[in-house]
């Protein structure tokens, strides 16, 4: 059983660039979610996919966007990215109706 | 007032005491989790609890419903504790997202 893996795991990128990550959901799961984590504090939900379909959103500007593919893997794209985007972002998988979640190791983005 | 408020914010502790942290959430929920995350980011799912007590090990975590709050508890503590614990409930509503507490950075010494 594999878990989840993101990439990449470091990046840095300059303001105003766009960037994308990815994530392998553990095998079996249907769902993807999408977390921030700033320095010193909790992630906070960016939005999940279920079945290819966007299926909730927090509070975050449509530049950040997402793709979840056919085998269930995930993309998070960034566009016009600003210093403040600089954070961990975390992707979690799991089955709907199960309520766990596998967590990756995260992508540490760097905006300068 | 965040949704998920957790106590305390620090603690450090001696290898082998028993330690207790707390979490306290505003919203209706289906779950409650307990997560581990070590330096360099990944987050490790210690437990997912809906009423009652789980144990894994060392490891103790609680939930009371009706007041809406959690504790995990860390028996005979060792120095590979040291880690950040966040405590994250499962809403309803809006794609069942989870929302984080700001975590407990827990050292232990030995």
């Known amino acids: 059983e594999t878990g989840v893996t993101q990439s990449p795991t470091h990046l840095i990128k300059t303001r105003g660039q766009q960037v994308t990550l990815r994530c392998s959901s553990q095998?079996?799961?249907?769902?993807v979610s999408w977390y921030q984590q700033a320095l010193g504090q909790g992630p906070q939900f960016i939005f999940q996919?279920?079945?290819?379909?966007?299926?909730g959103r927090g509070n975050f500007p449509p530049r950040f966007s997402g793709l979840q593919f056919p085998n269930y893997s995930s993309e998070l794209n960034v566009n016009a990215l600003e210093l403040d985007d600089s954070a961990l972002y975390l992707c979690a998988s799991s089955l709907e109706g199960w309520g766990g979640y596998t967590f990756g190791s995260g992508t540490r983005l760097t905006v300068v | 007032k965040n949704e998920v408020e957790q106590s305390p914010q620090n603690l450090t502790a001696q290898e082998g005491e028993f330690i207790t942290i707390n979490c306290s959430y505003s919203v209706g929920i289906s779950a409650l989790h307990w997560l581990q995350q070590h330096p360099g980011g990944g987050i490790v799912s210690l437990f997912m609890?809906?009423?009652g007590k789980k144990k894994h090990g060392r490891l103790i975590a609680t939930i009371n419903i009706q007041e809406k709050h959690s504790s995990l508890h860390i028996t005979a503590s060792h120095p590979r504790d040291s880690a950040v614990y966040i405590c994250a409930v499962r809403s309803g509503g809006n794609g069942n997202k989870l929302v984080f507490g700001a975590g407990t950075i827990l050292r232990v010494k030995s």
């Open positions: 609890l809906s009423s």
């Open positions: 996919y279920y079945r290819e379909e966007e299926n």
């Open positions: 095998s079996g799961h249907n769902t």
